[in-house]
C-alpha cells in the first residue's frame, strides 16, 4: 500500500476517534471501549435520503465528490464520466469519497473537505494490478 493510502486512513482513522472522545460536559463520565467502538462504527455513516427521493451517492456533499471524482480521473487517467461514487462519508477530518474505475479490482479512495478541497486520493488495491 502505497504511504499516501496509509496516510489518508490514519487520517480518518485519527478524526473518528477524536469524535468518540469528545466531551461537551466534565461531569459526564468516559465511555467505555464497547460504547466507543458503537459510536466509531457509527460516527461515519452517510446522511439517508429522504424517503422517496432518487439522489447520487455525495449529494450532501457535491464539492468533495466533484473534486475527488476529477482528482481520480486525472491519477488513474480515466474520463471523468467513468468514474462511479460508491460511497462518501463524512467525518471531522473531512469527506470521505469511495470511487470505482472501470477495470480496477480495488475502490480508490479520496478526502477532501465540504468546499471540494482535496488532500489526497488512492489507489486502496495492490498497486501491481493498476
Known sequence: MKPSSLLLLACLSAAVLAACNKRDDAD????TPSADAAAAATATE???APAGSATAAGDQYPAARDACLAEVARQAGVAKEQLGVTEVLWAEAGVGVTIQVPGAQAPWSCLSDENGNVQGAAYTGSEGRL
Open 46 to 48: 452517510p446522511v439517508p
Open 28 to 31: 459526564i463520565p468516559a465511555a
